[in-house]
């Protein structure tokens, strides 16, 4: 079986920075990625991990430890526009495998 | 706009209705996948199609019966649900090599009455 641990909710104020953590067990691991999606809207891709360390993407980060089953996306300079839910993601075969989810972080920006 | 379509947006279905959902893509992408989503779980990844063939099944109830006439398309026919099937319905497309982005279509709120 497969499962991804992060926190159900996270606060933060406008300017700010805020990291999202995601923990995992699989069977099987390719890499992590990471999903944000509004309230209403559809999911839509934001990074993904393949390696240990930082990926950098504009004002958001994400980093990958496989010796600790560890992630975390870093957003910087949070924006109101920012507040949504984020979801790690899990691939854990080869080819189309489909993504194996975590309960996803609302994440609220405070002005 | 992800490229993605799914139609209905919205469906209300009674428990002894037949019903279909219906995903297209023109991406050029070969995988297709179905998910579902539930308040307060996480999205459970349901089907899985690669170049048209079925690649994967969890272990979800035979009331589900997906069918990938082509690359485009994906559909989902529904009978007999239940009340618990009611969640939002997304597909999603991607390249078929791990890693590669999905993009997911809006959704179907599914209601079972």
């Known amino acids: 079986g497969q499962s991804l641990e992060q926190p159900s909710e996270v606060t933060a104020v406008e300017g700010a920075i805020v990291q999202i953590n995601c923990t995992y067990q699989?069977?099987?691991?390719?890499?992590l990625s990471w999903y944000q999606q509004h309230d209403g809207g559809a999911p839509t891709f934001l990074s993904y991990?393949?390696?240990?360390g930082l990926e950098e993407t504009g004002r958001f980060s994400s980093f990958l430890s496989r010796s600790d089953s560890y992630g975390y996306l870093l957003l910087q300079e949070l924006q109101m526009k920012d507040s949504a839910s984020y979801f790690c993601?899990?691939?854990?075969?080869?080819?189309?495998?489909?993504?194996?989810f975590g309960k996803g972080t609302h994440l609220i920006i405070q002005p | 706009e992800t490229g993605v379509t799914q139609t209905p947006r919205h469906l209300v279905m009674g428990m002894t209705n037949k019903k279909s959902l219906k995903c297209e893509q023109h991406?050029?992408?070969?995988?297709m996948y179905w998910y579902k989503q539930s308040a307060k779980k996480p999205l459970e990844l349901m089907f899985v199609?690669?170049?048209?063939?079925?690649?994967e099944n969890n272990s979800v109830p035979s009331r589900f019966s997906p069918e990938c006439p082509n690359s485009s398309h994906l559909f989902l026919h529904l009978h007999t649900l239940q009340p618990e099937d009611s969640a939002l319905y997304l597909c999603?497309?991607?390249?078929?090599?791990?890693?590669?982005?999905?993009?997911f279509g809006q959704g179907t709120r599914l209601t079972v009455v």
């Open positions: 199609y690669n170049f048209k063939e079925q690649t």
């Open positions: 991406l050029g992408h070969n995988a």
């Open positions: 991990n393949a390696l240990d």
């Open positions: 999603a497309s991607s390249q078929d090599r791990v890693g590669a982005e999905a993009f």
């Open positions: 699989t069977s099987g691991f390719y890499g």
């Open positions: 993601a899990a691939h854990s075969g080869g080819g189309a495998d489909g993504l194996t």
